[in-house]
Nanobody, 120 residues
Framework: QVQLVESGGGLVQAGGSLRLSCTAS????????MGWYRQFPGKQRELVAR???????NYSDSVKGRVTISRDNAKNTVSLEMNSPKPEDTAVYYC??????????????WGQGTQVTVSS
């Protein structure tokens, strides 16, 4: 199987900085895209940022200019850095990876989620 483990998050000050990391492990043959999503209470999960194995990035309009996504293909890690977080960025953040496992079966995996609370 494949597991995604997230770190970072917690309580941060508005205007400060935030860094989330996620590492994939297990029966991994290759990873295509990796990304971060977030979910507000009572809302559907939404894309924050996504990066392909080739380094192509896309960001949601709500975070563009404040967020940088990066990945280390050798370590199967994806990171998200947010500058000047706002109280409205408070949400549960989920790591996501499109993985081909060692049985050459492709599927999308999710982390367990990490709470980010931005205080004003």
């Amino acid at each position: 199987q494949v597991q995604l483990v997230e770190s970072g998050g917690g309580l941060v000050q508005a205007g400060g900085s935030l860094r989330l990391s996620c590492t994939a492990s297990g029966r991994i043959f290759s990873i295509n895209a990796m990304g971060w999503y977030r979910q507000f209470p009572g809302k559907q999960r939404e894309l924050v940022a996504r990066i392909t194995s080739g380094g192509n990035r896309n960001y949601s309009d709500s975070v563009k200019g404040r967020v940088t996504i990066s990945r280390d293909n050798a370590k199967n890690t994806v990171s998200l850095e947010m500058n000047s977080p706002k109280p409205e960025d408070t949400a549960v953040y989920y790591c996501n990876a499109d993985v081909t496992n060692t049985y050459l079966v492709q599927r999308v995996y999710w982390g367990q989620g990490t709470q980010v609370t931005v205080s004003s």
